[in-house]
């Protein structure tokens, strides 16, 4: 390894967290991937693979209400899928504010908090204002926090932050993991426990780069449009049973934890 210059880190600010983690995931966050294979695979245009996203959308935010999860980040749109092709993303746009159009006020009536993270800059003028509305109206809901990553990506979010400490001129000594993640444009919120990517693909896709540091993985290769209730149970499943045996190996210092560890990746189907 190269060398370093002294750490400017103390032992608290470094160690992992020590917190035993709930049966179920506080926070989970969803990469939802797949959307073009599942048209492909029907011959149907790509933006119907994101319209049938959207159905699994609604299932699994329903399914978040059901089994009591408190907040679900989803990664709808990243900075990095401005590269696609003008008519995929004019239809991402329309297909979020369509989804904002229709469903705010099932979202509403069943206590889901809308929140956004990103960067609304090069968003349609449409757009912007069903998202603050839905932020506004919906401010009050307290049983699901659905927080939309639209036009987000991490690494960006970092160098904003970044760029923002410096401009508040903090100085070096105040900067501590708890300070940057003040920074964060999930300011507020816990990290997320569980992170579950569809479709097969094992990447962050720089998605939550910085507070997926604890987080458990959950690939399946069930594409996105198929995901449902029965599928984020099994998630749910997988993650309990990682954590029964994060907590053997903490209470039995020394003893056999087993084999396949908490780190494992679940698969199912
Ligand atoms: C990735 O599938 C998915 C996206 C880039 C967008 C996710 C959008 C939805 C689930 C629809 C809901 C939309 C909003 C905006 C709320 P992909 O197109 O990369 O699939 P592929 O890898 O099979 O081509």
Request: net charge negative.
């Amino acid at each position: 390894m190269a060398a370093r210059p002294p750490a400017a880190v103390s032992p608290a600010d470094a160690a992992p967290p020590e917190r035993a983690r709930p049966a179920r995931p506080q926070h989970i966050a969803v990469i939802m991937d797949g959307n073009g294979r599942w048209a492909r695979r029907r011959g149907l245009p790509r933006l119907a693979g994101h319209r049938a996203g959207t159905e699994a959308l609604r299932r699994v935010i329903e399914a978040c209400v059901e089994f009591e999860v408190p907040i679900l980040t989803i990664y709808a749109f990243s900075t990095e899928n401005w590269k696609r092709p003008p008519h995929e993303v004019r239809g991402l746009m329309f297909l979020l504010e369509e989804v904002i159009e229709r469903q705010l006020d099932a979202l509403d009536q069943n206590g889901v908090q809308i929140r956004h993270i990103g960067w609304l800059d090069h968003v349609p003028d449409n757009l912007r204002r069903a998202i603050a509305r839905a932020i506004e109206r919906t401010a009050k809901n307290e049983r699901l926090v659905l927080n939309v990553a639209f036009n987000y990506g991490s690494r960006h979010e970092i160098v904003r932050a970044v760029r923002r400490i410096v401009a508040d001129a903090v100085p070096p000594e105040e900067i501590d993991e708890a300070l940057i993640e003040r920074y964060l444009e999930t300011a507020g919120l816990p990290d997320p426990d569980l992170i579950i990517r569809t479709s097969g693909e094992m990447r962050l896709s720089n998605f939550l780069l910085w507070q997926a540091a604890y987080a458990e993985i959950y690939a399946t290769p069930t594409l996105w449009p198929d995901f449902g209730r029965d599928e984020l149970r099994r998630a749910l499943d997988s993650y309990a049973e990682r954590e029964r045996r994060y907590g053997g190996r903490l209470d039995e210092a020394g003893g056999d934890v087993g084999e396949g560890t908490a780190v494992g990746v679940g698969q199912s189907g």
